[in-house]
């Protein structure tokens, strides 16, 4: 699902089971700089926000992290976008998605 998301552990994933989800900015690790670097990441269930990670520009954070996911019975039988948006604070909002069948 793009080079900036790192992948689901499984593409398939059980209703109301917590599964990661591990992101990284770029093939090579985004700067981190105090005059460039990403601001945050945000995940989203399709369009329904489900976290967030910020970040300082000092360079003591990695552009990566985990977010332990689980998403409801109700959408047993679906599959659902999970939608990663980087914001860079030179280049803007940068952004990449996986689908995910709930079984």
């Known amino acids: 699902a793009g080079d900036r998301m790192g992948g689901v552990l499984k593409e398939k994933v059980n209703a109301g089971e917590v599964f990661p989800v ?10 981190m700089g105090s005059q460039h670097w990403i601001e945050n990441i945000k995940i989203a269930i399709g369009n329904e926000p489900a976290g967030m ?11 990566e992290g985990k977010f332990n996911l689980a998403l409801d019975e109700k959408l047993k039988g679906k ?14 909002i940068w952004e990449s ?7």
């Open 22 to 31: 591990e992101v990284r900015i770029g093939k090579t690790l985004h700067p």
């Open 53 to 63: 990670l910020t970040f300082q520009p000092q360079g003591y954070l990695k552009p």
């Open 79 to 92: 599959t659902v976008s999970l939608v990663v948006q980087a914001h860079c604070n030179l280049h803007g």
């Open 97 to 103: 998605y996986v689908n995910v069948e709930v079984a």
